[in-house]
């Protein structure tokens, strides 16, 4: 048995779940519709079911299903209290909250309650109502479960404050009207639970299989720096720094893919992953169960493995052609709104976002105008250029109309050299210009030394290398030579002095500015790295620990800066959640460092 949570007007019920108590412990139940026993492969409900690939959802339930409705409305669907085949994966959860191995086995379910989203938050916010025992345990894991994902490193996200929300690959999203909802986190944890249960278990049995997999490109930071960056963006209520970083998530993280070889799940972080959980409206999903379940009933495999490659192949080329299909109609009709408002309104009313779009438009179409560069002056005052905008302006901005802001472009990264590395990493994804070596040494003796930094590029063919740049720290170094290149492609060369080994050039705590002071709900992990950065400092260093239990999670966070003189500022904070340990040991930092400079 099993209930359901769905949309309140959703009919292609596919999944359903249960818990229960037994010694020393609990049951968890996930079952999912057999929608192979009936539907026959190679059958012409099976091909037609191929070529869509999945169901199509529309607006105003106006939905086109994959198989016919008598199957996708009726005898596949988990209703409540029809007796339905399914795939139903069993785990054991001892009185630790930890879950042991899966099993699979091929089932009867019969749905006990069908709920929406909002019923479920209901019952689970009042602890009464049908099955409020059953829904209060599943949230209570499901929270768990996702905790224990971000712990192990899944760029996972779920912040229903902010209204945000990670997407399998790590993208960030706004959050649909449905993930609104703390009951579809019982969904989507239990629903990753069984596919990564599955797929391992497809991997440990060498089953044919179509597996998920996901991979980063080359320029893709380490794991726990774009995690890092996850957290201190997000909780700093920036939208700026949060739309931009949403924009370079889509430059360092390629799409997802189905393939019969197994190469792991980078957004997941997991060795193996598959999609199994919407048997009634994915097609790959089918696939998988019927791979599994030959291996259950102890039949040879439905499908070849060069079978498998034609139809991950296929059903990729069908979500390409409808993510380019639907990126071009939204492009379309952005650029049409985005024209209206500058007719209407002009530049100066716009947020950040529409800005950048509308000066992107602008520059790549040759639509200078004074207004125009009056509002990139404006937003240069006012420290308000994003590394999307400068971008723009670099390396599109063409003829001498945009001579005179190209020059303010390349002046203002010069007080912002850190943007240069997210400049590069645009400019690699538009395959404008490609970043080959970043060539970085340490000159002097440890106790004064300096690093020194050379970045190469190949633009158009063209090999083009820096001056040599230096600076106290090695990212700063480079940050400082990639801001030279790009003075040079901009057309108007900056130089950078070096600092060789004078120790006069060599910031000493007394002779540096204390940081300005900044407001409690202030982005304290940003502003500490700007001032480090500002100051030629290495960047702060941050070491986490946990310190609670898997149910009440906490954290431990030490925040170190440093001073080439060997003294160095230190802080240790606890919070519930890693970014709130790290805010507060970096605001401690950052008062501390105003208390002392502020009194030289």
């Not at 007796?83 to 069993?90: I, Q, V, W």
């Not at 404050?161 to 649909?176: N, P, Q, V, W």
């Not at 490109?217 to 720094?241: G, M, W, Y």
């Not at 063209?462 to 720290?473: G, H, K, M, N, R």
Request: charged share 25%.
């Amino acid at each position: 048995k099993g209930i359901t949570i769905d949309g309140s007007t959703s009919r292609d019920l596919d999944d359903s779940f249960w818990i229960e108590a037994v010694p020393s412990g609990h049951m968890l139940y996930i079952s999912i519709a057999d929608v192979g026993s009936l539907v026959e492969k190679d059958s012409e409900i099976d091909k037609s079911a191929k070529r869509m690939g999945s169901t199509k959802y529309r607006a105003g339930n106006n939905h086109k299903p994959m198989f016919p409705e008598r199957i996708s409305y009726d005898s596949a669907s988990l209703l409540p209290g029809k007796r339905r085949p399914s795939l139903t994966a069993k785990f054991f959860i001892n009185n630790n909250g930890e879950l042991g191995d899966p099993e699979f086995v091929l089932t009867q379910t019969t749905s006990q309650f069908q709920f929406s989203y909002e019923k479920a938050d209901s019952v689970i916010h009042e602890q009464s109502g049908p099955f409020a025992q059953e829904l209060v345990m599943l949230s209570s894991l499901a929270k768990t479960l996702l905790q224990k994902r971000r712990i192990n490193g899944a760029l996972a996200l779920y912040d229903l404050s902010r209204g945000i929300i990670t997407s399998e690959e790590g993208f960030i999203l706004a959050m649909k009207p449905r993930e609104e909802h703390i009951s579809n986190i019982i969904v989507q944890e239990l629903m990753i639970l069984f596919n990564t249960a599955l797929s391992a278990y497809a991997a440990e049995n060498d089953i044919a299989f179509l597996y998920r997999n996901h991979t980063v490109k080359q320029n893709a930071p380490a794991r726990n720096e774009l995690l890092q960056e996850i957290d201190e963006i997000v909780s700093s209520n920036d939208t700026v720094r949060l739309t931009s970083l949403i924009e370079r998530t889509y430059l360092i993280l390629n799409r997802a893919v189905y393939e019969p070889v197994l190469r792991g799940h980078y957004g997941l972080n997991l060795p193996a992953y598959c999609h199994a959980s919407s048997p009634i409206r994915r097609y790959a999903d089918l696939v998988n169960h019927r791979c599994v379940t030959a291996r259950l009933l102890s039949k040879e495999s439905p499908y070849t493995t060069i079978e498998l490659k034609e139809i991950g192949d296929h059903l990729n080329a069908i979500r390409l052609e409808e993510m380019l299909a639907t990126q071009s109609y939204l492009k379309a009709m952005a650029r049409s709104k985005i024209s209206k408002q500058v007719e209407i309104h002009g530049y100066k009313t716009m947020d950040a976002e529409t800005f950048y779009k509308a000066l992107a438009i602008a520059v790549k179409q040759g639509n200078f105008s004074q207004d125009l560069e009056d509002e990139v002056r404006a937003r240069a005052n006012r420290d308000a250029l994003d590394p999307r905008e400068l971008f723009v302006l670099i390396f599109h901005g063409s003829g001498g109309e945009w001579a005179e802001l190209k020059q303010l472009a390349v002046k203002y990264l010069g007080d912002h050299k850190w943007h240069s590395a997210s400049i590069f990493q645009i400019a690699g994804t538009e395959k404008i210009c490609s970043v080959v070596e970043v060539k970085t040494s340490q000159v002097g003796p440890d106790n004064d030394a300096v690093f020194e930094s050379v970045v190469t590029v190949i633009k158009e063919t063209v090999e083009l290398s820096s001056t040599p740049a230096q600076a106290l720290s090695k990212k700063a170094a480079e940050h400082t030579a990639q801001f030279q290149l790009l003075s040079q492609i901009a057309g108007c060369p900056a130089v950078v002095p070096l600092l060789r080994e004078s120790k006069a050039s060599i910031p000493r705590p007394e002779s540096l500015v204390p940081p300005k002071s900044a407001a409690d709900g202030s982005n304290f992990i940003g502003l500490l790295q700007e001032w480090c950065m500002q100051s030629g400092l290495e960047l702060p260093g941050y070491t986490t620990e946990s310190v609670g239990i898997v149910t009440e999670p906490g954290f431990s966070t030490e925040c170190i800066v440093r001073f080439k003189s060997g003294e160095s500022f230190t802080s240790t904070q606890v919070g519930s959640s890693i970014k709130l340990s790290k805010k507060k040991a970096a605001q401690n930092i950052y008062q501390q460092l105003i208390d002392a400079l502020s009194n030289k």
